[in-house]
């Protein structure tokens, strides 16, 4: 089965009224093959006028959501509003999310369940450190992030699913995988799901890589096997850049 390609852009905590409208327009006004999935992440303040700003086509994503659908949590955002939002998808698990805010394994697990239930599509983050990397434990701490997430699932949640592989070595440092060591843990991945969810949900899941994914990165790396897409966080700030790497797919 043909998996989509899918270029997610997460701006992360970046951005203007003048940027956010610099990168709609561009998105709006750009084009790129109808095999290529786009979805961006902007910050939350600006998630109601991007999803009324960029065209249909375009995903909007959420960087992040809480478990709970409404109540006392200052500061966080319910999957609830976000479908109010229409809004679409939501990263879960980026490694910022998880080093910065303690986000556990469980809690990661748990904020998908709940995004599912609430119909959204959930690109969810994994990905091993550099000293876990030297260590030979990349497989160990992948398995351990994505068993949590699984563990909160049925079979069928699957297809609501992509998963980011984001070596945290790779993320924002320039520092990009090799297609071969990228393409190395994402088959890993892939047979994980085959041998612990099923066969059929390993060959659907899209694995996307995420780490300093660039123009000169992807055309390289989309040509692995089992890299269906990019989460793209640094080019996906720069317009024409951006609009290249959704170009990369061959
Ligand atoms: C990310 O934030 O998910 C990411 C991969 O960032 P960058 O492309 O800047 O490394």
Redesign the pocket.
């Known amino acids: 089965m043909a998996r989509k390609f899918l270029v997610g852009g ?1 701006w ?1 905590m970046n951005g203007s009224n003048q940027l956010v409208s610099q990168l709609v327009k561009a998105l709006n006004e750009g084009s790129w093959s109808s095999n290529v999935e786009c979805v961006i992440a902007p910050p939350a303040p600006y998630l109601a006028s991007v999803r009324s700003g960029v065209r249909e086509a375009v995903g909007v994503a959420a960087q992040n959501v809480w478990v709970d659908p409404k109540g006392a949590f200052t500061g966080e955002t319910s999957t609830e509003m976000l479908k109010d939002l229409k809004i679409d998808w939501v990263i879960i698990g ?1 490694s ?1 999310r998880r080093s910065i805010y303690g986000e556990s394994d469980e809690l990661v697990g748990k904020k998908v369940a709940a995004a599912l239930k609430a119909g959204l599509k959930v690109i969810a ?1 994994c990905g091993e450190s550099e000293s876990e990397r030297d260590a030979n434990k990349t497989t160990e701490v992948v398995f351990r992030q994505i068993k949590a997430i699984a563990d909160q699932l049925s079979a069928k949640d699957w297809a609501n699913i992509v998963i ?1 592989y ?1 070596p945290v070595w ?4 320039g520092k990009v995988a090799t297609p071969q060591q990228a393409q190395e843990v994402h088959k890993e991945i892939r047979d994980w799901l085959a041998k612990n969810v099923a066969s059929e949900v390993a060959e659907a899941t899209r694995i996307l890589y ?4 660039s123009a000169k990165s992807s055309p390289d790396l989309q040509k692995e096997k089992d890299i269906d897409g990019f ?6 700030l720069k317009d024409k850049e951006f609009l290249e790497i959704l170009n990369s797919r061959q």
């Open positions: 997460n992360k980026h910022e983050c980011a984001e790779a993320i924002g440092t995420g780490g300093s994914v989460l793209v966080g640094g080019a996906s």
